[in-house]
Every structure is written in structure tokens, then in C-alpha cells.
């Protein structure tokens, strides 16, 4: 890849791709992501991560959910991973 990513980065496009987060309805929040990552990282931590992801291209804003914003991994990200 284009970008120098560190491992908790690949862990959180990998569980996202897991879980089919490719478009609005699929979209995961921050806590949703923490969850399924078995609480090993704060949420804070993951908002982060998810923040330089989504500066990277790599991810973007989804559906809201409550209050947060879910994301989705981008279509070129999701045909690459594939």
C-alpha cells in the first residue's frame, strides 16, 4: 500500500471488511469497530485510527448512528481487499 499504516489500522480495515462495511446501512460506528475487536482499544484510540484512515482515503463517513457517525471503507479500498 501507498501509505505507511501501522498494525491496529490494518486490524480495524480488516474487521470492517469482515463485516461487509461497504455501504450506508453497513456503516460502523467507532464502538461497533471497539466490540468487535474484543474492547483490546479504547474507543478513543479507534476514533483516531479511523480519523487517519479516513485522511488516507481508506475509509469515509457513513450512516449516523445515534449520535456517532458510522464509516465505511471506500469503494477503492473495498476492490482491493477483495
Known amino acids: 500500500m501507498e501509505n505507511?499504516?501501522?498494525?491496529i489500522?490494518?486490524?480495524i480495515l480488516h474487521n470492517m471488511r469482515k463485516q461487509k462495511?461497504?455501504?450506508?446501512?453497513?456503516s460502523m460506528s467507532c464502538?461497533?469497530?471497539c466490540d468487535?475487536?474484543?474492547n483490546r482499544f479504547?474507543?478513543?484510540?479507534?476514533?483516531?485510527?479511523?480519523?487517519?484512515?479516513?485522511?488516507?482515503?481508506?475509509?469515509?463517513k457513513g450512516a449516523k448512528i445515534e449520535r456517532a457517525?458510522?464509516?465505511?471503507l471506500t469503494?477503492?479500498?473495498w476492490i482491493y481487499y477483495q
Open 69 to 72: 457517525y458510522g464509516y465505511i
Open 36 to 38: 468487535i475487536m474484543e
Open 42 to 60: 479504547k474507543v478513543t484510540t479507534i476514533y483516531k485510527h479511523i480519523s487517519i484512515l479516513e485522511r488516507y482515503g481508506y475509509v469515509e
Open 21 to 26: 462495511a461497504v455501504h450506508q446501512m453497513r
Open 9 to 11: 489500522q490494518y486490524v
Open 4 to 7: 505507511n499504516l501501522c498494525r
Open 31 to 33: 464502538k461497533e469497530i
Open 75 to 77: 469503494k477503492k479500498r
